[in-house]
């Protein structure tokens, strides 16, 4: 489809045919969420759950992908400005003009009292956790209203699903409502696929102006060029000051359960409203960052799939590590490797029930997922715990900005990657110290895994950035077993728990850190390295050390090794105008080819780094809070981070990616101790 036929007030779209990645706000309900750019268009958009086929990816296919766009004209003289309602998930972008201020808030419904979580058997789920709402009521709506705020505004919208990732036919009708209430518009839309049907409703808002002026809601059926699968429908709707129309597609099945009225309309974007101000009022942090740490708790929270407690590592799947490139993931399942992070933050920052759910998926999964030949637990796993998850790629899909192929499901799900096991130690041992103590059965599960930490520590892996390439040595994992086994002994020491192999456990835990600073230390380059046979190649991933207190701070192995990675790459280090690559990529084969952007997460790790060192070395504070400032300066307009940052500063990859979020409000915790006279959090 020619750009010059999409709808694009910003103007962003005209020389791709995409949106850049930064211009998107995210919504959702803890089932699934939505991506809505700046231009009024949902471009993706997967239902009802996170890992569920896409309705709307356009922003994997300009032509084919679908899409839901509620935009001024194409042509209008517009300025835009999207930000989130106050303490809110509620997203409002607004179009200002010479001859009118249009608003558009979108949001998933949320009832405004959120009950405790009661875990319940589920035979379709591994593990299920059930959410009692109020009145046993979680309205599964996307919710968008438009309204003139002053003067008059001309609001094109159009819907055009793709079903199962654009590959399932669809039937597009308008149905006329015979009982319409309260605002209620006289036709609604029905897509019905083989897998999946949903019903489009729209409610109008008069205003003051009364029944005879209100604003009219015609649908035609139409189909974008390129399109093969199915229709659309389109409107063009005259708003006048005070006036609104509302939209809200829903599941067909549910069409006779409740009319959508204007009213409803207004109760439900209240409730929404109360139950994220009531939500993000349990933050304990206090500090000089408050904005955009809230605002990435805020996103975190989204990420989390409630009925299990599961957190996805990104609502999306697909999107590029580079334009043109083959580095493209789906990232909508739950990481061991998140773990670690997660309790840490949930816990410190006020926000127990969360902590407490997750907690439970992954003992869970510590319970019921490792292989009981050879004790190995997945990497990863669904957001209901199932770990068949099979790579496909979607080869009809342009991919964005033609960056091929798509795929979903991930095949690095039974990778061999060894540093897990040091997360999620260190997950449980957090969650005794800032949580609830575990129990005496959890213990068991600890100690069996300890015990099997012990056989497997000297195996080579693919580690954390899940290489596709030869098996080595690698430093992280190394240092992540170390942290399985130090958690292990503190834990049992903590609690007093039977420990029959304690003294094993200290020997071999021993043993790693003296085969890690032999083997994993290049003399010459006074740094640690990325694996014993890569003894040459710098790793980012080593910045961990401190931060699972592995060394200390201000140990001058790591000082080097911090001094290295600051160093431009063109000089051997991996720091560029203040964010930081992985690995060298010209240097270092990792199987999957081509290049990447800095990582966000990385980035956090040195500030962290930084700070901590700079509890001991002064001169290394003020860069952290430097680097920092500049960190927050590669976020989108509403603090979202991606997985990545090109050259050129736009994001990449997957956004908004948990990890990312993790290690900026896990930075800004301990850089505003640090400053404030107050050491780094200690083990």
Same mark, same amino acid.
């Given at each position: ?6 709808i ?11 949106? &850049?990645?930064e211009?998107?706000?995210? =919504?959702?309900n803890?089932r ?15 239902? *009802?759950e996170?890992?569920? &086929?896409?309705?709307?990816a ?13 935009? *001024? ?7 835009t400005?999207?930000?989130?309602? &106050? ?8 179009y ?5 201020v249009?608003?558009l ?6 009832p405004?009292k ?23 009521v979680?309205k ?8 003139c ?12 699903p ?20 309260n605002g ?5 839309v029905?897509?019905?696929s ?9 409610t ?16 035609? =059926? ?6 093969t699968?199915?229709?659309g ?8 000051e ?24 207004e109760?439900? %974007? ?6 994220w ?7 304990k ?7 955009? $740490? ?12 409630e009925?299990?407690?599961?957190? $996805? ?5 697909s ?8 580095r ?8 061991v ?10 816990l410190?920052m ?8 997750y ?12 292989n009981?030949e ?5 990497i990863?796993?669904s957001?209901?715990? /199932? ?15 033609s ?10 799900a ?14 449980i ?7 609830k *103590?575990?129990?005496y ?18 195996? &080579? ?30 834990l049992?020491d903590?609690r ?18 003296d085969?890690?600073?032999q ?33 200390a ?7 080097g090794?911090?001094? %290295?990675i600051?160093?431009?790459? /063109? ?31 990385v ?5 962290e ?5 700079g ?14 400032e ?14 990545? =940052? ?10 908004? %990616? ?25 083990s």
């Amino acid at each position: 489809m020619p750009t010059d036929n999409i709808i694009d007030p910003t103007g962003f779209r005209k020389t791709t045919g995409y949106m &850049p990645l930064e211009q998107y706000g995210l =919504i959702g309900n803890m089932r699934t969420s939505a991506l809505v750019a700046t231009d009024g268009a949902i471009d993706m958009m997967c239902w *009802p759950e996170f890992d569920s &086929p896409s309705v709307f990816a356009r922003i994997l296919d300009k032509d084919k992908g679908g899409h839901f766009s509620i935009s *001024p004209p194409k042509n209008a003289n517009l300025t835009t400005k999207q930000q989130y309602l &106050p303490s809110n998930n509620i997203l409002q972008t607004r179009y200002l003009g010479e001859d009118g201020v249009m608003n558009l808030v979108d949001f998933f419904p949320r009832p405004a009292k959120a009950t405790s979580l009661v875990v319940v058997n589920d035979p379709k789920s591994v593990n299920s956790r059930q959410v009692t709402d109020p009145n046993n009521v979680l309205k599964k709506w996307l919710v968008r209203r438009v309204e003139c705020i002053r003067g008059e505004c001309e609001v094109d919208v159009e819907v055009f699903p793709a079903f199962n990732y654009a590959q399932d036919e669809h039937m597009t009708e308008i149905v006329n409502v015979k009982d319409s209430k309260n605002g209620e518009c006289g036709e609604t839309v029905e897509f019905k696929s083989k897998s999946l049907s949903l019903q489009l409703c729209a409610t109008v808002d008069c205003g003051e102006l009364g029944a005879s002026e209100c604003p009219e809601v015609k649908w035609e =059926i139409f189909r974008p060029e390129g399109a093969t699968l199915g229709d659309g429908v389109r409107a063009q709707v005259i708003l006048k000051e005070g006036q609104g129309v509302s939209f809200v597609l829903r599941d067909l099945e549910e069409k006779h359960e409740e009319h959508i009225t204007t009213t409803s309309i207004e109760t439900v %974007q209240k409730n929404t409203s109360t139950f994220w101000y009531n939500w993000i009022n349990q933050s304990k942090y206090k500090g000089r960052w408050r904005e955009v $740490v809230n605002r990435s708790l805020m996103i975190l929270k989204l990420l989390v799939y409630e009925p299990t407690g599961a957190i $996805v590592a990104a609502p999306t799947f697909s999107l590029p590590e580079d334009f043109g490139g083959g580095r493209n993931w789906d990232y909508r399942f739950s990481w061991v490797r998140d773990s670690s992070f997660t309790i840490y933050i949930l816990l410190r920052m006020g926000f127990s029930e969360e902590a407490e759910a997750y907690m439970s998926f992954i003992s869970d999964r510590l319970k019921h997922s490792r292989n009981k030949e050879t004790g190995a637990l997945p990497i990863m796993f669904s957001i209901r715990g /199932e770990t068949d998850l099979p790579e496909i790629e979607l080869t009809h899909l342009d991919g964005h900005r033609s960056s091929r192929p798509v795929r979903i499901g991930n095949g690095a799900a039974f990778h061999k990657q060894l540093d897990i096991y040091g997360e999620l130690m260190d997950a449980i041992y957090l969650y005794n110290k800032y949580g609830k *103590p575990v129990s005496y059965d959890q213990w068991c599960a600890v100690r069996e895994l300890t015990d099997y930490v012990c056989t497997i520590w000297e195996e &080579p892996d693919m580690s954390i950035w899940e290489v596709r390439g030869q098996v080595q040595n690698f430093v992280y994992s190394k240092i992540m077993l170390w942290v399985a086994l130090d958690r292990a002994v503190r834990l049992a020491d903590k609690r007093c728990f039977p420990c029959p192999n304690r003294l094993k456990w200290l020997a071999v835990r021993d043993q790693i850190c003296d085969d890690v600073m032999q083997k994993g230390f290049n003399y010459e380059m006074n740094a640690f390295v990325q694996s014993y046979e890569s003894h040459d190649i710098l790793d980012a991933a080593t910045l961990i050390a401190p931060l699972v207190f592995f060394c200390a701070p201000n140990d001058p192995r790591f000082l080097g090794t911090l001094e %290295q990675i600051l160093k431009a790459p /063109e000089k051997g280090g991996l720091t560029s105008t203040g964010l930081v690559y992985r690995y060298n990529t010209g240097k270092f084969d990792d199987g999957v080819g081509g290049r990447e952007g800095a990582f966000s997460m990385v980035s956090f790790w040195l500030i962290e780094a930084l700070t901590r060192a700079g509890a001991y070395e002064k001169r290394y504070l003020p860069m952290a809070v430097n680097m920092f400032e500049s960190m927050l300066g590669f976020s989108n307009h509403l603090f979202m981070f991606s997985e990545e =940052i090109a050259r050129t500063g736009e994001q990449l990859g997957n956004t908004p %990616q948990a990890f990312s979020h993790l290690a900026m409000i896990s930075a800004a915790f301990n850089l505003d101790r640090v400053t404030s006279g107050v050491h780094a959090d200690s083990s």
